[in-house]
């Protein structure tokens, strides 16, 4: 079965520009999350999208938006780039079923560098 | 709040040295409680997980358990390799009305020497 899928793998931008990361999850499952991974901040949740709908967010700016379509393929935009915003984007999916808890596969990672 | 910590890196040994790496915990509720392990240049890959206090979660010779009563969950293997070098994260992950998130530590970068 294929992983978690993540384009494109690396990007560059400049400030101010906008930036669209695609994910897909593993087949048959329901929910994408992404995390954001910096140096200095750790790995931090961004948000989860299931049945096409956000179901937690963390702290970030509403810079960072989300989507995710019928097919559970997620997208994740960050509009008016920052220096800060650099970073390993993570995606990860998870199947959504009667557990409780319910482990999380990571896909590559989308490394942006915003200068 | 929720919060993980972890023993500060970078760590470095020898192979077939034994390995510890402390992790510990805040949470509310009960949370399950993941290794994750990122290898240069890659995402994360689940290493072993424990879903409920005195659970054993092993993988590849790693091991952890989950201790409620000291909020630990501190990874353990017996013999390291050379392959074994990469940043090791300990996770908690807790579902509120359905949606799950993970919480992490900081990381801790193990470097295993010939």
């Known amino acids: 079965k294929a992983g978690v899928t993540q384009t494109p793998r690396y990007l560059i931008k400049t400030r101010g520009q906008q930036v669209t990361l695609s994910c897909s999850p593993i087949?048959?499952?329901?929910?994408v999350s992404w995390y954001q991974q910096t140096p200095g901040q750790g790995l931090q949740f961004l948000f989860e999208y299931f049945s096409e709908t956000q179901r937690n967010k963390g702290n970030f700016p509403g810079r960072f938006s989300g989507r995710q379509f019928s097919n559970s393929r997620s997208e994740m935009n960050v509009s008016t780039l920052e220096l800060g915003d650099s970073a390993l984007y993570l995606c990860?999916?998870?199947?959504?079923?009667?557990?409780?808890?319910?482990?999380?596969?990571f896909g590559p990672g989308t490394r942006l560098l915003v200068l | 709040g929720n919060s993980v910590t972890q023993m500060e890196g970078p760590v470095t040994l020898s192979e077939e040295a034994f390995l510890t790496i402390n992790c510990t915990y805040t949470?509310?509720?009960?949370?399950?409680l993941f290794w994750y392990v990122q290898y240069p240049g890659e995402g994360l890959q689940l290493l072993l997980k424990?879903?409920?206090?005195?659970d054993k979660g092993s993988n590849k010779g790693f091991e952890a358990t989950y201790r409620k009563e000291t909020t630990s969950f501190h990874l353990e293997k017996g013999s390291v390799q050379v392959s074994d070098s990469a940043v090791y994260f300990c996770a908690l992950s807790l579902v509120i009305q359905g949606a799950q998130k993970l919480v992490f530590g900081q990381g801790t970068r193990l470097t295993i020497n010939p």
């Open positions: 949470a509310t509720g009960y949370p399950s």
């Open positions: 087949s048959g499952h329901r929910s």
């Open positions: 424990a879903t409920k206090a005195d």
């Open positions: 990860a999916s998870r199947r959504v079923g009667l557990a409780a808890q319910e482990t999380q596969y």
